[in-house]
């Protein structure tokens, strides 16, 4: 019977590589030792003191289970073994040989093999179970034939790893792009959320800033107030020390006897009081721009700016150092320079209606 190493040296490979190969593959068959030889060529032998690695190319007869189709090169290895006389020295292939049939042929695909142990292997490789023998003799191969075959199985094994490098690098930028992908849509996440943050952050500085401007109204709304209550308070306070006539919260003061409905009606009329003798103004105030008109009772001898203020305390719309103020009959219009002027200087009615601008 041949071995592994009878059958590559007589396939034309290099006895020292044959024998490299058998170290390598651990002596795991024929087709390992081919495989290594084809992938190694043209490196160096190594020593053969050194530690053989282990060659991890899977054998042809490892590969597939039952019902699988077989692959065209483990038939090739296959027959090339035949004719080797791998399988000679089996007991299947003595007694096809004292046998008078010369092969045996798949009834289902057609191949013809030399003896019971190729038909045994095609059978397991492709699930085939139909076989006849036949009188049909396989010549053995000649040298010629032999580097043929050998040549066309090394033309094989290199287009496979050409195919396989070719899949490899396709899944290779397969996975490439969906990794990009993936980090494009995390991006435009990030940035969706970044986005969102800062539209609510300026969402709040502005309600915290119109927050602020109601509270410095409010305020300053609050010292105006004040300021009239101490003024109102004065006023009285002077009155009594004076001897003069007190006049009531709103500044109003109590009619003379005469003027009062208990008078006679035959008296004589009470004489029209001026507007410049009244106390205080009762202003209503519209907008340029339109909307609900705000009223206010003020003294008369509070400054335009004080009319600025107390719209300003209302609306954040106004601005106290640019707003401007007007009546419409009489005509008249009010600019920054009347801003210290008092109500009862401008010549306000104790009822008047200023359009603020």
């Known amino acids: 019977m041949s071995s592994d190493k009878d059958v590559l040296i007589s396939m034309g490979f290099d006895p020292a590589r044959v024998e490299w190969a058998l170290r390598a593959t651990g002596g795991r068959g024929l087709q390992p030792a081919m495989d290594h030889i084809i992938e190694h060529e043209g490196q160096p032998i190594p020593d053969p003191s050194a530690p053989a690695a282990v060659s991890t190319t899977p054998s042809a007869g490892t590969h597939g289970g039952a019902g699988e189709p077989m692959d065209e090169d483990d038939e090739e290895l296959e027959a090339l073994k035949a004719v080797y006389g791998k399988g000679a020295g089996s007991a299947d292939a003595a007694a096809a040989a004292a046998a008078e049939a010369k092969s045996i042929k798949c009834s289902q695909c057609g191949r013809t093999f030399r003896n019971t142990a190729l038909a045994n292997y095609h059978a397991e490789k492709s699930g085939h179970d139909q076989f006849e023998e036949s009188t049909e003799e396989i010549k053995p191969l000649t040298e ?155 003294s008369s001898d509070a400054t335009l700016r004080e009319v600025a203020e107390f719209l300003a305390g209302q609306t954040l719309s106004v601005d106290v150092e640019t707003v401007t103020f007007s009546q419409h009959f009489p005509r008249k219009q009010f600019s920054k320079s009347d801003f210290a002027r008092t109500l009862r200087e401008l010549g306000l009615t104790p009822s008047a209606v200023l359009i603020a601008s």
Do not use: C
């Not at 915290?208 to 305020?219: N, S």
């Open 144 to 298: 010629e034939e032999k580097k043929q075959r050998l040549e066309e199985l090394r033309t094989k094994m290199s287009e496979k790893k050409a195919r396989k490098a070719v899949e490899d690098a396709k899944e290779q930028r397969a996975n490439e792009e969906i990794r990009r992908k993936a980090g494009k849509d995390m991006g435009k996440i990030k940035e969706d959320l970044q986005a969102k943050q800062l539209a609510k952050e300026a969402e709040q500085k502005k309600r915290e800033k119109i927050e602020e401007a109601k509270a410095r109204a409010a305020i300053k709304a609050q010292i105006e107030a004040d300021k009239r209550e101490r003024a109102v308070k004065a006023a009285r306070e002077k009155a009594l020390r004076d001897g003069q006539p007190i006049t009531d919260a709103t500044g109003y003061t109590p009619a003379p006897a005469a003027a009062s409905s208990s008078s006679s009606a035959a008296g004589p009329p009470a004489e029209k009081v001026s507007g410049r003798d009244f106390k205080e103004t009762r202003l209503q105030i519209r907008m340029a721009s339109g909307g609900q008109p705000y009223t206010t009772t003020l």
